[in-house]
């Protein structure tokens, strides 16, 4: 078994996580995703929420999510992410940001940008410390992949502005697929102008994306992107890559001052719309993945009693065992592994 850096590095959070196990102190996630709503008004090519389901939610209300933030603060939580869905639906987001904040938490939201409106921008650079924004291709291309008129100026604008605003950190990020795999040099140039970093990201096989072969990369195009990486990301203009691609293999020094490494149910975990708690955000809101809910138990309860799937390795396909690289990799995506496209070493040939 490899015994790279980035293998030792895996291995000493993980000894630490589960010596915190034994000792009956379990760590506390480093991060929690607030899944803020399923709601959308977009309908984009690759979304992974399921049609049709979304508007039946019954969210949990401004009261409840306030106390499971103090509650993630009092435990040691550092890091509360809204996502959704798109967060800026829930009039109470900047509430949250600002409620968060104020206890001491780092806080951070991923949006279409749509629905960022004047209002928002000096909240933003008051409460949020990070945000991520997505605009995947240039012009038209967004517009129609995300089925929403005006969504690329909307989402560019937005990304400007936040990045002017010289305390928010913006990333721009980007779903990677045929769909605009030509534009991945003016994307680029782009995340310069208007974001601090350009993050790609693959599809995920879920929701709409399922389908639709022209979602996920080719073996060509994926060794394609990443010399494109290779060649061009810099310090002051980083391109970063995100763990649904996967362990890289022998690219894997790409990821310059990152490393892989699937944190769902052990660094982090998701908050659903209704009060489920799941170990990602991607997986989908279905009883074999939702670990507890938050209308019953606190939320300590739940990190310290549920998860086992992914602290017990239940999760990983029986063949990565036995892999080389299984130290730093450990089955890859646990998204991707849903349709069988978790190894990217083997699907891309690294
Ligand atoms: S076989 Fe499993 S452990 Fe090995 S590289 Fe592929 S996904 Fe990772
Ligand atoms: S399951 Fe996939 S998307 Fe979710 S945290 Fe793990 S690597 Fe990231």
Not at 209 to 224: G, I, P, R, V
Not at 235 to 250: A, S, T
Not at 259 to 286: H, K, Q, T, W, Y
Request: proline share 3%; charged share 30%.
């Amino acid at each position: 078994m490899s015994l790279s850096k980035n293998g030792i590095k895996v291995s000493i959070l993980l000894s630490a996580f589960n010596t915190s196990v034994k000792i009956g102190r379990i760590m506390p996630p480093r991060t929690v995703l607030w899944e803020a709503t399923r709601r959308c008004d977009f309908r984009c090519v690759h979304c992974g929420a399921y049609d049709g389901k979304n508007s039946e939610i019954d969210e949990i209300d401004t009261a409840k999510i306030k106390q499971i933030i103090e509650e993630l603060e009092n435990i040691g939580v550092k890091y509360f992410f809204a996502t959704g869905g798109e967060p800026f639906l829930r009039d109470d987001l900047m509430k949250m940001m600002s409620f968060a904040k104020s206890i001491g938490l780092k806080t951070g939201i991923s949006s279409n940008g749509f629905h960022i409106k004047d209002e928002h921008f000096e909240q933003i650079k008051k409460y949020v410390d990070t945000m991520q924004i997505s605009v995947d291709g240039i012009g038209k291309t967004h517009d129609d992949f995300r089925n929403k008129k005006g969504s690329f100026e909307a989402a560019t604008n937005a990304l400007r502005r936040i990045k002017e605003n010289g305390k928010t950190r913006i990333c721009m990020t980007t779903t990677i697929s045929d769909y605009n795999f030509d534009e991945i040099n003016e994307l680029y140039e782009l995340s310069k102008n208007i974001s601090h970093g350009w993050r790609v990201v693959a599809t995920m096989p879920i929701g709409r994306a399922k389908n639709n072969k022209k979602l996920f990369l080719s073996k060509e195009k994926m060794n394609e992107l990443l010399l494109f990486i290779e060649k061009n990301s810099t310090k002051k203009n980083p391109i970063f890559i995100c763990e649904n691609l996967g362990y890289l293999g022998r690219m894997e020094k790409l990821r310059k001052g990152e490393f892989f490494f699937c944190g769902a149910g052990i660094l982090s975990c998701c908050i659903g719309a209704d009060g489920n708690v799941r170990g990602c955000p991607e997986l989908p809101a279905e009883k074999r993945f939702i670990e507890g809910d938050l209308d019953k138990d606190s939320f300590a309860y739940v990190w310290e009693n549920g998860f086992s799937k992914f602290r017990e390795n239940k999760l990983i396909p029986p063949q990565c065992f036995s892999c080389k690289y299984f130290g730093p990799c450990r089955g890859g995506c646990h998204v991707m592994q849903l349709e069988n496209m978790h190894c990217s070493v083997k699907r891309f040939d690294l």
